[in-house]
């Protein structure tokens, strides 16, 4: 777990993640999560707001979601997402849409996203594993002054250079998506004060990646993060 001015994020394995602030942050108190994905744990939070990037089963996955929902929580995602959110999550409060380059409010979290895509990871010629007109998201939580960057499922794309995030969440396993090379010219256009490896852990990917990755950003702080089963 990284504690960051009293903001705490867990690792919950491949781009799957836990948040919580607390009122120092200038915001209520607030549990998120990004992208559940095989979440077993009874024990954890139930939340306040999920968010899904897009509608693969490893990022918008009903039980895992259905484990940490309450009549409460608030589902947010591109449209893609919404007949699985709908159909498939049996508790929630409501769905909010949340398209490429569009910003939402919700109990008193800013939330924002920019596309998420790939440009040269294809699973046939010419056809990408994650389309641009998909409408898939990275996403961008303004947290009081801390913002955390969440990139989906992409590639380096132009649409990241300076965000200055203060903490970015990438991910470094290839194939589908930025390995750890690409991920190091990513960090260096994208800019955080702190980057943090994902898409590796619950079978995807290998964790050394992680290792990799840091190695090769040695002016950056890249915090590996033990998975939370």
């Known amino acids: 777990m990284l504690e960051y001015k009293n903001i ?10 836990l948040i ?12 998120i999560y990004l992208d559940p994905y095989e979440i077993s744990r009874k024990d954890f939070p139930k939340a306040d707001i999920v968010i899904t990037s897009h509608e693969h089963f490893d990022h918008c996955h009903p039980d895992s979601i259905n484990l940490i929902s309450a009549s409460s929580t608030i589902l947010v995602g591109p449209p893609i997402t919404h007949d699985t959110l709908r159909n498939k999550v049996k508790t929630k409060k409501e769905i909010i ?33 994650h389309p641009k007109d998909s409408g898939h998201i990275g996403t961008i939580l303004h947290l009081g002054e801390i913002t955390i960057y969440h990139s989906g499922d992409t590639d380096k794309i132009t649409e ?11 991910p470094v396993s290839g194939t589908y998506v930025m390995d750890a090379q690409e991920c190091a010219e990513a960090v260096k256009i994208i800019n955080p004060e ?7 852990g619950r079978g995807i990917g290998s964790l050394d990646a992680r290792f990799e990755l840091r190695d090769l ?13």
Do not use: C
Not at 194 to 200: A, D
């Open 194 to 200: 702190i980057v943090i490896p994902m898409h590796v």
């Open 97 to 129: 849409s949340l398209s490429p380059n569009e910003t939402i409010n919700i109990k008193g979290i800013k939330i924002s996203a920019i596309p998420a895509y790939n440009t040269h990871r294809f699973r046939a010629p010419g056809k990408p594993f």
């Open 20 to 31: 919580q602030t607390n009122k120092s942050t200038g915001n209520n108190e607030i549990t």
């Open 160 to 170: 990241m250079e300076n965000l200055r995030p203060t903490i970015a969440l990438l």
């Open 217 to 229: 950003l040695p002016s950056y702080r890249v915090e590996i993060l033990d998975l939370e089963e």
């Open 8 to 17: 705490k994020i867990r690792w919950l394995g491949h781009d799957s993640f």
